[in-house]
Nanobody, 128 residues
Framework: QVQLVESGGGLVQAGGSLRLSCAAS????????MGWFRQAPGKERAFVAA????????YYADSVKGRFTISRDNAKNTVYLQMNSLKPEDTAVYYC?????????????????????WGQGTQVTVSS
């Protein structure tokens, strides 16, 4: 049974930082690209960042570029999202997701429906 468990969310003041973690189990982690998505109140879920199987390639939404960093540790089956310079508009439930990619070098994908497994989400609230 595949499980993705996010942690690290919380309440932070604008300008602060948080580091989200997503621990994966029940899958061969190194065969999956990993992504972070978020859903703000009253809005649809949106792509935030993704990382390739090896960690050699990353991709970010324009709204977080330069402030957020995605990384992974394949030995620990964990993907991270370091969030700096947080803004109130970053307030959302953050989800990690796994995209099975049988071939190294596959293109990082940003569409929700490309991802096979999802975590339950972790709340991030940024106060002004």
């Amino acid at each position: 049974q595949v499980q993705l468990v996010e942690s690290g969310g919380g309440l932070v003041q604008a300008g602060g930082s948080l580091r989200l973690s997503c621990a994966a189990s029940g899958l061969t982690f190194s065969r999956y690209a990993m992504g972070w998505f978020r859903q703000a109140p009253g809005k649809e879920r949106a792509f935030v960042a993704a990382i390739s199987r090896s960690g050699g390639s990353t991709y970010y939404a324009d709204s977080v570029k330069g402030r957020f960093t995605i990384s992974r540790d394949n030995a620990k089956n964990t993907v991270y999202l370091q969030m700096n310079s947080l803004k109130p508009e970053d307030t959302a439930v953050y989800y990690c997701a796994a995209d099975h990619q049988p071939y190294l070098g596959s293109t990082i994908r940003t569409a929700e429906n490309e991802y096979d497994y999802w975590g339950q989400g972790t709340q991030v609230t940024v106060s002004s």
